[in-house]
Nanobody
Framework: QVQLTVSGGGSVQAGGSLRLSCPAS????????MGWFRQAPGKEREKVAG???????KYAESVKGRFTISKDNAKNTLYLQMNGLKPEDTAMYYC???????????????????WGQGTQVTVSS
């Protein structure tokens, strides 16, 4: 059973930066589609960024140019660098790993097989 552990959340002022990390207990990052998601209170979980096995990336329009997803296969760790944070970025952030292609999972986020426990990101104005 693969476990994903999310860390790096916190409280920052608008314009600030945070870096989220998501190490996995098993060696999956070289063969799984990985993604970051977030969910604000009272809202649906939404995709933030995804990275495929070949390193190709995809971002939600709302975070393009501000967030960067990356992974270190040797360390089996997924990252999300968040710059230029806005109050609307406030949410619980989750990482996930899936066996399907990223093209499929980007449209079907609940088909990711493994999910981290989430970390809170709060951005104040």
């Amino acid at each position: 059973q693969v476990q994903l552990t999310v860390s790096g959340g916190g409280s920052v002022q608008a314009g600030g930066s945070l870096r989220l990390s998501c190490p996995a207990s098993g060696y999956i990052y070289s063969s799984y589609c990985m993604g970051w998601f977030r969910q604000a209170p009272g809202k649906e979980r939404e995709k933030v960024a995804g990275i495929d096995t070949d390193g190709s990336t995809k971002y939600a329009e709302s975070v393009k140019g501000r967030f960067t997803i990356s992974k270190d296969n040797a360390k089996n760790t997924l990252y999300l660098q968040m710059n230029g944070l806005k109050p609307e970025d406030t949410a619980m952030y989750y990482c996930a790993a899936g066996e399907w292609t990223c093209a499929f999972l980007w449209a079907n986020l609940y088909d990711y097989k493994y999910w981290g426990q989430g970390t809170q990101v709060t951005v104040s104005s």
